[in-house]
Nanobody, 122 residues
Framework: QLQLVESGGGLVQAGGSLRLSCTASGRTFGIYATGWFRQAPGKEREFVARVSWSGGSIYYADSVKGRFTISRDNAKNKVYLQMNSLKTEETAVYYC???????????????WGQGTQVTVSS
């Protein structure tokens, strides 16, 4: 079984930066992409960014383009999300997910981490 563990969340002031990491362990066969999603209280889980296993296909939500960067290090089984110029409305639990499809929906992902809290203060 594939297991994903996020880390790097915390409290940051608006305009600041955080770097999240996702560490994978177990079986990775059949995984096409690893993505980041976030969910704020009372809201639906939303797509943030996705990177393919090869690193050749990257997608970002329009709201984070130019500010967030997703990357991966397959040798370490890690995926990163560098978040810059954070906004208060981006306070949420951030989840790492992996799946065999190239979609941007949570339904396209089979394995999920436990999430890491990101709080952006004013």
């Amino acid at each position: 079984q594939l297991q994903l563990v996020e880390s790097g969340g915390g409290l940051v002031q608006a305009g600041g930066s955080l770097r999240l990491s996702c560490t994978a362990s177990g079986r990775t066969f059949g995984i096409y992409a690893t993505g980041w999603f976030r969910q704020a209280p009372g809201k639906e889980r939303e797509f943030v960014a996705r990177v393919s296993w090869s690193g050749g296909s990257i997608y970002y939500a329009d709201s984070v383009k130019g500010r967030f960067t997703i990357s991966r290090d397959n040798a370490k089984n890690k995926v990163y999300l560098q978040m810059n110029s954070l906004k208060t409305e981006e306070t949420a639990v951030y989840y790492c997910a992996a799946g065999s499809r190239a979609g941007l929906s949570p339904l396209d992902y089979n394995s999920w981490g436990q999430g890491t809290q990101v709080t952006v203060s004013s």
